[in-house]
């Protein structure tokens, strides 16, 4: 029998790597009962992986109108002493994360280096959180400094149905479609909740 199975995802980082089950299991065949592995605090930090620490530098080139012309990340990645994820977790880091906006030039520099740190692992995000948190902070000043409202900014470069996406390969025929659009109906929503709220100062 042959299976080809196609893209499923819903690991979202807890299910990627053999942490308690081969000990859960030996101790269910050695009982014949029901067993619980239970962490305790200590526990969480010795032996589960943590998500992965980065320097991330990003750059970013518009136009005075705020048309993006280009995008460059550079990324340094601390996969702990083993990098059961550390390949995974850094194309997945500046993979997906410059593929939200329009950009004609786009690059990224990155390393996954073993330390002597606890090992980080798979996380909710998968690397993500960290690379979009530094490209959106970029946004937001570059925003400043054209003088533009920082959502206006994203509307005018964000992908749109239609639009293509970003693949690592140019002769990779990606399986990734629009089924669906709301990263407009987002930043309405978004916009709308920080409507009227003050900004908190610098270094308070």
Do not use: W
């Not at 980082?13 to 239970?38: F, H, I, N, P, W």
């Not at 550079?74 to 593929?99: C, K, P, Q, R």
């Amino acid at each position: 029998m042959r299976v080809f199975a196609a893209r499923v995802g819903g690991g979202f980082g807890g299910k990627q790597e053999l942490l308690t089950e081969d000990l859960v299991t030996m101790a269910v065949l050695r009982t014949g009962r029901s067993v619980q592995y239970e962490y305790t605090r200590e526990d969480e930090f010795v032996i589960a992986p943590l998500r992965h620490p980065m320097r991330v530098g990003v750059k970013l080139g518009a136009t005075s109108d705020g048309v993006l012309t280009a995008l460059a990340v550079d990324e340094l990645m601390d996969t702990g002493a083993y990098g059961n994820h550390g390949v995974g977790v850094m194309f997945h880091s500046v993979h997906e994360s410059i593929s939200v906006y329009r950009v004609p030039n786009k690059r990224v520099d990155a390393e996954s280096v073993y330390t002597n740190n606890p090992p980080s692992g798979a996380f909710r995000g998968y690397g993500l959180g960290q690379v979009i948190f530094a490209v959106e902070s970029a946004l937001d000043e570059l925003a400043r400094k054209l003088g533009i409202d920082a959502f206006e900014l994203r509307r005018r470069n964000v992908v749109v149905p239609g639009d293509l996406m970003t693949v690592v390969d140019p002769h990779e025929e990606s399986d990734l479609l629009f089924g669906s659009y709301g990263l407009d109906q987002c930043l309405d929503l978004v916009q709308a909740a920080l409507e009227g709220r003050r900004r908190p100062t610098p270094g308070r």
